[in-house]
T-cell receptor, first 117, second 117 residues
Framework: DADVTQTPRNRITKTGKRIMLECSQTKGHDRMYWYRQDPGLGLRLIYYSFDVKDINKGEISDGYSVSRQAQAKFSLSLESAIPNQTALYFC????????????????FGPGTRLTVL | AQTVTQSQPEMSVQEAETVTLSCTYDTSESDYYLFWYKQPPSRQMILVIRQEAYKQQNATENRFSVNFQKAAKSFSLKISDSQLGDAAMYFCAYRRGAQGGSEKLVFGKGTKLTVNP
């Protein structure tokens, strides 16, 4: 089984709809992240959470909100989707307390392709 | 602000040959980490290799190795004995050290690698 899972894998929605993307992990990591990938732009950080009570904005948080329901679950919401939020969304996890302490390496889920019409 | 530049939007290599992907970065920090991620058509972001800036020795992982030139702020990826499964987008990424700002991976725009049989 995958360590980091994302649901749904693909979603098509309409402008103005509320959308929730979910991320779950079995790696036991404390830190979780949401990134957005647009063609030709690489990945950009939307939100990150270092534990259940610690949530922080990334560089492109406008139009998004998040919820950290448990150590293993981190959801991303688009309250009112717009077409320029069409992108590939990635969840990632890391934990500096484990073997990767020296690098706090981030491990990514499979991504959710979201299309807003 | 830190930036990561991948100057080769596309590269191609013959199967079994060697190819080098370029990456340069800009930072004023002394403590940081560098990564190469692979994104095959499945969309999954897969960690290929990582390098700690304080280490002089270049990282290697099987057929993958890096040429880390700290003074030149260069971090190239060499793939030896290229295989068809190496065909993917490759992203170079930078992360500051643990003293703040370490949550964010800064990505380059990627290099698309084609492997010809």
């Amino acid at each position: 089984d995958a360590d980091v899972t994302q649901t749904p894998r693909n979603r098509i929605t309409k402008t103005g709809k509320r959308i929730m993307l979910e991320c779950s992990q079995t790696k036991g990591h404390d830190r979780m992240y949401w990134y957005r990938q647009d063609p030709g732009l690489g990945l950009r950080l939307i939100y990150y959470s270092f534990d259940v009570k610690d949530i922080n904005k990334g560089e492109i948080s406008d139009g998004y909100s998040v919820s950290r329901q448990a150590q293993a679950k981190f959801s991303l919401s688009l309250e009112s989707a717009i077409p320029n939020q069409t992108a590939l969304y990635f969840c990632a996890t890391s934990d500096p307390g484990l073997a990767d302490y020296s690098t706090d390496t981030q491990y990514f889920g499979p991504g959710t392709r979201l299309t807003v019409l | 602000a830190q930036t990561v530049t991948q100057s080769q939007p596309e590269m191609s290599v013959q199967e079994a040959e060697t190819v080098t992907l370029s990456c340069t970065y800009d930072t004023s920090e002394s403590d940081y980490y560098l990564f190469w991620y692979k994104q095959p058509p499945s969309r999954q972001m897969i960690l290929v290799i990582r390098q700690e800036a304080y280490k002089q020795q270049n990282a290697t992982e099987n057929r993958f190795s890096v040429n880390f030139q700290k003074a030149a702020k260069s971090f190239s990826l060499k793939i030896s004995d290229s295989q068809l499964g190496d065909a993917a987008m490759y992203f170079c990424a930078y992360r500051r050290g643990a003293q703040g700002g370490s949550e964010k991976l800064v990505f380059g725009k990627g290099t698309k690698l084609t492997v010809n049989p």
